[in-house]
């Protein structure tokens, strides 16, 4: 049976674009809005609807519309509030829009008196605005009438939200203030035309009919109050957490936009911060709690919301934001020669640094095996090392997948000749030494370790340079587009990398020149083959069946590729139990030999 594989095809425009797009994530749809109704933390999904008619714009009023002028049930249901003749969807080149155009342009009758929307109409069916009920104070039961009263607001709105894409006519009644809910229209009008697409169907971009903050109008003002003491650390995107401090025009900055200064350039900054003052910027606390008191109060924000910087790419933008310049990194001369680069020295070298960063991870104590007495802190310390260890070997283990489909990408548009699996580490690493170079290594954690990391990790170094050059060539035509964005993420991830060992740094700070030294180490050596024989061929399981996987990706298989990806993965947890085990007892696993 041949089963048939569809690429996802993303509605979001900027999933698309052949760049990393400044602004939200490439996922952000509107439907993924978090508490996307009414009012709504991010937006109030009635005034989407509220131009659900080209032309038109209303009002929806509800009995919850307390302080409103309309509030008194003839006064409910959906308002005119104007209408607009530079809606782009009239100006569409169809029979429908100038029709609706024409009739908008000569119902002057509009402009006077209070319109609502009296009725929709849909493939045949009639919705009327209004509901009817027995009038209790009649004399006689058996001659009451019925009063015609018009819906709430909020139930004309979910009405109106029900429609769906296609023709919709509707009518219109202009109501006497002040009349009794039954009382007859002092006149009526009625409009063919449609409900409107709200984004594009093949962009996702909103519609050009709604004017800028229309969408936020009836939230919080200013919505910061209304996320002051939410359960934070997740708002990805309209509520930042932590940021980097702004890069003032003139000041020197790395080909990633973020500043030359070491501190600036990876310090992490609390995004509600109340003393705004450059120079007295400190790195955010790890938690709600501790941030707390150094952030914005609730009438603070009130008055002084506009001093919270506007963030892209993660990174406070205070004044007009400037798209940052393209790198201009040498391209390689031929598809071969990028192949080359990267199946000899960066893929090797991704795979090498997961195992040196997982070496490191199992050389540092357990929190069982803290000396919480001596220093009360080692416990969180460790798990802090050991969790920022493990996230950046997990990373480094991706970047060696990306690399792999750079190469099986290549194969597949026919640049190169052949794609063989690269899971073989690398001889070398970036050092500060003469030649640019060290012989890999298994070492701790050690403050020394450390340095070294941050030097393999650091922005415009050997990896951050060389990935330059590979996005520089896969910006060429003929290489096909999507394949920039592996290249960047890759890029983008080593500034990540750097900035967790700068806060490793940071933490070992407590441990210096004490006695015995590093003392939230474990006393561990690199075992023996004889000792390590189960990790081991466990490791070498974990390489043949990721040799699989990415051969059957090659081959234009990625179902079955699944399979023995997945039972990779599987046995990386059972190796990771392992190594745990070994270093218990003071055991490394030689995962290459000594030299």
Not at 26 to 45: K, S, W
Not at 229 to 247: F, I, K, Q, T
Not at 340 to 357: H, W
Request: charged share 25%.
């Amino acid at each position: 049976m041949t089963i048939e594989v569809k690429r996802p095809f993303p509605r979001n425009l900027t999933a698309r674009a052949a760049y990393m797009v400044p602004g939200n994530p490439v996922t952000t749809r509107p439907e993924d809005a978090v508490a996307n109704c009414y009012p709504g933390l991010e937006l109030d999904v009635r005034n989407l609807d509220r131009r659900f008619f080209p032309g038109l714009v209303f009002e929806f009023v509800a009995r919850a519309d307390t302080g409103s002028p309309y509030t008194t049930p003839e006064r409910y249901g959906a308002l005119l509030s104007y209408v607009d003749i530079y809606d782009p969807d009239l100006q569409l080149d169809t029979p429908e829009a100038r029709h609706l155009n024409d009739l908008l342009n000569n119902a002057s009758q509009l402009a006077t008196g209070d319109w609502y929307l009296d009725w929709v109409e849909q493939a045949g069916r009639r919705i009327t605005m209004s509901w009817r009920r027995p009038d209790p104070t009649r004399e006689d039961p058996a001659r009451r009438q019925h009063e015609r009263t018009p819906l709430d607001g909020l139930f004309v709105w979910r009405l109106v939200r029900s429609l769906e894409q296609g023709p919709v006519k509707l009518g219109l009644a202009r109501r006497t203030p002040g009349a009794k809910p039954d009382a007859k229209p002092s006149a009526t009008l009625e409009l063919p035309g449609w409900r409107r697409r709200f984004t594009d169907a093949s962009t996702g971009v909103v519609s050009a009919a709604y004017q800028p903050g229309e969408l936020l109008q009836s939230l919080c003002s200013p919505w910061q109050h209304d996320f002051r003491d939410c359960a934070c650390h997740y708002w990805a995107s309209n509520h930042p957490d932590v940021v980097l401090g702004e890069v003032r025009p003139g000041e020197p900055t790395l080909p990633d936009g973020r500043s030359t200064d070491p501190v600036r350039g990876t310090l992490q900054l609390d995004w509600l911060r109340a003393d705004r003052r450059r120079d007295l910027a400190g790195g955010a606390m790890n938690n709600i709690v501790k941030n707390r008191p150094f952030q914005f109060d609730h009438f603070q924000l009130n008055h002084d919301w506009q001093e919270l910087a506007v963030v892209l790419q993660d990174q406070e933008i205070n004044s007009v934001y400037v798209p940052r310049t393209a790198d201009t990194a040498v391209p390689y001369a031929t598809p071969a020669e990028l192949a080359q680069v990267i199946r000899d020295q960066l893929a090797p070298l991704e795979m090498t640094l997961a195992i040196e960063y997982l070496y490191a991870n199992f050389s540092v104590r357990d929190v069982p095996e803290a000396d919480a007495a001596r220093w009360p802190t080692m416990p969180g310390d460790v798990t802090f090392m050991r969790h920022q260890l493990l996230l950046t070997a997990q990373s480094e283990m991706l970047h060696l997948r990306w690399a792999n489909e750079l190469l099986w990408e290549l194969y597949d548009a026919k640049l190169v000749p052949s794609y063989t699996p690269v899971l073989t580490p690398a001889l070398q690493v970036p050092a500060p030494t003469p030649s640019g170079f060290r012989p890999r290594a298994l070492a701790p954690l050690t403050p020394e370790a450390v340095e070294g990391f941050r030097f393999i990790e650091d922005p415009g170094g050997f990896i951050d340079t060389t990935y330059c050059r590979v996005v520089a060539t896969l910006r060429r035509p003929e290489y096909p587009p999507h394949l920039i964005d592996l290249a960047q993420r890759v890029a983008a991830d080593g500034v990540q990398h750097f900035s967790r060992f700068s806060d490793i740094k940071k933490t070992l700070r407590t441990y210096k020149g004490v006695t015995p030294a590093n003392p939230y180490l474990r006393t561990i050596a690199v075992g023996t083959p004889e000792q390590t024989k189960a990790a081991l061929d466990l490791f070498e399981k974990i390489r043949a069946r990721l040799a699989v996987g990415y051969s059957l990706e090659a081959r234009g298989q990625p179902v079955a590729s699944g399979k023995p990806v997945g039972e990779a993965r599987q046995v990386m947890l059972e190796l990771n139990e392992i190594a745990e085990s070994l270093a218990r007892q003071g055991i490394g696993i030689p995962f290459w030999p000594s030299t």
